[in-house]
Structures are given as C-alpha cells and as structure tokens.
C-alpha cells in the first residue's frame, strides 16, 4: 500500500445471532495489519492538553525527600544547620553520593544572606543547563519534517509520552506523523493508535515483528509527502544491556540520515523518575551507544524523590526537555529549571 493510501483496519466482529462457533475472533489492530499501513484516525473529539499546576502536581516529591531536606536547612543558616543531614538528604533524594557532597560543600562556603536554604538551592539550580527560549526539534532543510527517536526501556511510558507529544504539537497548529516502530511489542502498536485517536494524528505500521527501519523510513514518506511537519518514532524497548537494541536504534538513525541526508533527528531518552540511580544507568547506555539530545522524565507526580533531576544533567551533560507530571494529555511540561526548582521549594 502507497504511504499516502489509508487503511481502515476495523475490529473483526461477528453478528450477534452467529453461534459461537462460528463468529470470526476478535483481532487488535496490530493483528490485523498485513503490511504497511497509514491509519488516519476519524475526525470526531480531540483530547485538548491543559498546562498543569507543576507545584501541585510536584506534592509527593515536595511532600517526602524535600521535607527532609528543609528539615535539616533553617532559614537562618548558621550553627543550626545539619550539614551531615542535608548530604544524607540529597544522596537518598537520588542526587547521588558525590554530586550530594560537593553541593553541600559549595553550599557551605557560598554563606549565603538568605541562609542555608538559599545556598543550597542555588547550588542545585546551577546544576541545571540554562535554556535560551523554549526547546524546539530542528527542522529538515527545504521543507523537511522534524524527526524526534524516542528510546527508552519498557515500563517507563514510552509510548504514552510520544502520545503526549503529539498532543501537544498538534494543538499548537503543527501537522504530526507517529511511527510504530516497536514492532516486537503487538501491544505497543496498538497502544499508539489510541493515542494517535486522542491526538487525531495519523499512525505509520506494519505488522508484528516487521523491520523498525522499514517503519521509519515509510514515516517519513509519508511525512514528506503529505508535507508534515514532525515525525516522532516509537521505538523497541529493551534492556539496555541487550547489544541487539542499541544496533537496532543505531539502524533507524542511519535510516534516517538514508531517507532525509541534512536531517538532524532528535533522540529523547524516557527515564523513569521512581528508578533514581538506576535509571541514570540506563540513560547512561543509551547515551554511549546512539547519542542522546534530550531527556523526557515521567512520573514525577508519583514518590519521585526529584533528585534524579540534577544528577541526570550534571552527569550525562543531556537537557531534561519534558518532565511528565500525569497521565493526561496536557501533563507532559516543558522542563524549566527555574520553575521546577521554585516547584519543589515551594
């Protein structure tokens, strides 16, 4: 099928006076796929993303690991701040042991007007990249899309903050591609296409277990010819240990640079925000093997201990881009250091 060409997959239903023996069984999208389709979703209601309260939503956090730690630094500073607590705090707030240590002792030497507190938080707020206006992917030249790899390890919402994306850069007015990449996972196909219906973007698929790269590379046919502006491909999510998948994404970036040659694809890593150190691991992996841009932290709303945050941008020198907050459409933010910070001393 041509990539312009849509395909309406359906659900395979059986009359509800057939017997049962005789009724057609009830197939996934995914299932019914036999090559490559574009699903363009039916017009009808669009789920509308809506900025959050980020101080709110940032409660939990706030609520545990930064209770603690203003606990332990009085707005006086002083004689009564427990310096061996504040760096017990950050490392169990998965700043990490040695970042933890030198915040505290920058900290202490900085004798702050404000307090201890104060040194403190602009320690850890000049860990934080400054951002020059809001973060935007690098168009093609001549008119290409954009093109956003979105890696990361199964179970982090992956797929769902591709969903978000598309949510948001739809509602800005710009025209949005998603790519079923994760072809191993028959439930990661189908997962897309509920959000490319909440988003009302269209879907490029193949069957299970199809080539990721051939995906990619009829997304961005498609793209190109319909004159899209963004493509965003979901991509397999392994362990990062398995060698197979860091071939496999390295595969997909040659695949692009093959399709588009001055494209300048952006590759967003989804960390976790409950899986601290761990997840920094992760990140780390994925860094060295395909070259991460940018990182898209979720579940921040949860018993995140916020941490995780500073450690990322002072150890992989990559950009927290979004931080997901929620599981609806609008609560995926763009990531500002000055507002996150002031959110967690709120």
């Not at 399709?259 to 920094?280: I, K, M």
């Not at 201990?305 to 979004?322: D, N, Q, T």
């Amino acid at each position: 099928m041509d990539a312009g060409q849509v395909e309406d997959p359906g659900w395979a239903t059986g009359p509800a006076q057939v017997p049962d023996a005789e009724r057609k069984p009830v197939l996934s999208w995914s299932e019914r796929l036999a090559g490559p389709a574009l699903f363009v979703p039916e017009a009808g209601e669009i789920e509308e993303p809506k900025p959050p309260d980020l101080a709110a939503r940032l409660e939990k956090s706030r609520g545990g690991f930064m209770t603690r730690l203003r606990g332990a630094l009085p707005v006086g500073g002083g004689d009564a701040t427990s310096w061996d607590e504040v760096e017990e705090t950050l490392i169990a707030g998965d700043v990490g042991a040695t970042l933890a240590m030198d915040v505290v002792e920058r900290a202490r030497r900085r004798r702050d007007p404000g307090g201890s507190e104060a040194a403190v938080r602009a320690e850890l707020a000049a860990l934080l990249a400054p951002r020059l206006g809001a973060w935007e992917p690098a168009r093609g030249p001549a008119g290409a899309p954009a093109v956003i790899l979105v890696v990361g390890v199964n179970g982090t919402g992956k797929t769902t903050t591709i969903g978000k994306l598309a949510s948001r850069y739809r509602s800005e007015g710009r025209s949005v591609i998603l790519a079923a990449a994760d072809t191993f996972r028959a439930a990661a196909i189908d997962q897309l296409r509920i959000w490319a219906e909440r988003a009302g973007t269209p879907v490029v698929a193949h069957a299970p277990g199809a080539d990721p790269g051939a995906v990619v590379y009829d997304a961005l046919d498609a793209a190109v010819a319909r004159g899209a502006d963004l493509v965003i491909a979901d991509t397999a999510g392994r362990l990062h240990t398995k060698s197979n998948l860091m071939d496999e994404l390295s595969k997909i970036r040659r695949i692009i640079g093959k399709r588009l040659p001055d494209a300048r694809p952006e590759t967003l890593f989804v960390l976790d925000a409950t899986t601290g150190q761990n997840g920094l691991s992760q990140a780390k992996a994925f860094h060295e093997a395909v070259g991460l841009t940018g990182i898209v932290l979720t579940k921040l709303d949860s018993t995140a201990k916020g941490g995780i945050v500073f450690a990322i941008e002072e150890s992989l020198g990559v950009p927290v881009r979004f931080i997901g907050v929620g599981e609806k459409a609008g609560d995926l933010v763009p990531f500002e250091p000055d507002a996150f910070v002031a959110a967690l001393f709120a």
